[in-house]
């Protein structure tokens, strides 16, 4: 924070936590926030818009082609038309993880994410090691988090950097072919759906 | 004005360690107190001090070091919040600090509830994509540069890419230009491109051979020469 005054730069701020109640407090009492509506965000994110969502349109792509192809050439409409749609969702663009090709997102300028399918970000996506690194060394850093790419795999590094957000359809695992698309949505990570990680299929 | 070559501008920085490994049933807010401030930060930015989601991302890379890196994610948005309230005089400099202690049990005298200067300033229309009469200057397959430049204030620039040349992969829908709406100065629509770049062309030839594409607004790009 920019402070002013010998008192603010020599004493610790008080905590994060404490600092979130009383800035509550202070909009509260003049009326400018309302916690009920508070309440209703947070128990929105909690419960309703995460990463099952991007689940269920993988889902659906791997099991209606037709579908698979609208997904792919107008993500924002396809995904809506599952009902998933809001803040941080203005334009998505769906890229296809292959055998060859594999894509990875990111946003270096913060931690941009595109909240109707997968929810808030996760520790990782925030995290600056993961922002600075890879789109540095993506090979190294999806090693790091416990992704092996073969040599001759292609990786592309989609940083976003505008509104436009990034999902990656992932590969469907081999061994999956006779499940249905219920079946298949437990298998579907958020980690995959940014590209750092990729489906397995049932153990 | 304080430019995005600031502490938000990550890409590429060293030392910051390993990753962490994904977790698979990390709880979406680690913390209780971390959903409050995400809810207060959506409606500081959203309604009591701004309806400018570009404001807020020009808030954060004005915090300082601890109050961007120490206070976690959440802390950070806090901070931001905080200082977009100062900013349009809502709250006075100081306020949350000197509640914050009385909260805790300290004897402080809150200041004075300041006379709020918000920006005068509404959005033409909701979210950040807009239409753009003048067809887009570049095409699929243009090779373009970014351009090698600081600018001062807000930019959707990162250092990485400056100077360095591309290739246009996608013409995305147009978009208000962060640079000017951060600062209250208008939307300034502009079409925007999904660039994509060589590792080696960024990152040098001992680079790992990799792609990479990022959106970049059209005044940020020239022909490449």
């Known amino acids: 924070m920019t402070t002013s005054g010998s008192e603010a730069e020599s004493a610790p701020r008080p905590s994060p936590s404490l600092r979130t109640e009383a800035l509550e407090q202070l909009l509260t009492e003049r009326g400018l926030v309302d916690p009920s509506v508070m309440d209703k965000f947070i128990a929105n994110y909690e419960t309703n818009v995460g990463p099952l969502n991007g689940a269920k349109v993988v889902a659906k792509a791997w099991t209606d082609p037709e579908y698979r192809q609208r997904l792919l050439k107008e993500g924002t409409s396809a995904i809506e038309e599952l009902g998933f749609a809001g803040p941080q969702g203005e334009h998505i663009v769906v890229v296809e993880n292959t055998p060859t090709v594999h894509n990875v997102t990111v946003c270096t300028l913060c931690s941009c994410y595109p909240w109707p399918v997968l929810g808030l970000p996760p520790s990782w996506y925030k995290d600056p090691a993961y922002r600075a690194r890879v789109v540095r060394e993506p090979r190294t850093v999806l090693s790091e988090m416990g992704l092996d790419l073969a040599d001759d795999v292609e990786i592309i590094v989609r940083d976003s950097s505008s509104e436009v957000r990034w999902l990656v359809l992932p590969e469907r695992p081999a061994g999956t072919e006779d499940l249905t698309e219920e079946e298949l949505i437990p298998l579907i990570t958020r980690d995959a759906l940014v590209g750092v990680a990729k489906v397995q299929g049932p153990a | ?225």
């Open chain 2, 1 to 225: 004005m304080v430019g995005v070559d600031g502490i938000a501008d990550l890409g590429g920085e060293d030392g910051w360690g390993p990753v962490s490994r994904p977790t698979p049933d990390e709880p979406v807010f680690a913390e209780s107190w971390e959903g409050r401030a995400f809810a207060l930060t959506l409606l500081t930015m959203g309604r009591v001090s701004g309806r400018n989601l570009d404001a807020f991302r020009h808030a954060l890379e004005r915090l300082d070091r601890p109050a961007y890196f120490d206070d976690g994610y959440y802390g950070r948005w806090l901070n931001a919040a905080e200082l977009m309230l100062t900013d349009s005089a809502i709250l006075a400099p100081g306020a949350v600090d000197a509640r914050a202690r009385r909260l805790r049990g300290d004897d402080v005298t809150e200041p004075e509830i300041p006379e709020a200067a918000k920006p005068d300033y509404a959005p033409t229309a909701a979210g950040s994509l807009r239409t753009v009469e003048e067809a887009p200057a570049f095409a699929v397959g243009d090779v373009v540069r970014a351009k090698d430049i600081s600018p001062a204030g807000h930019t959707k620039l990162p250092r990485y890419v400056r100077g360095h040349t591309g290739i246009v992969e996608i013409i995305q829908p147009a978009h208000l230009l962060p640079d000017t709406h951060a600062h209250f100065l208008g939307e300034n629509p502009q079409h925007v491109y999904s660039v994509r770049f060589d590792s080696h062309e960024l990152w040098g030839a001992d680079a790992e051979t990799f792609g990479l594409t990022i959106e970049l607004f059209e005044s940020y790009l020239e022909p490449a020469p």
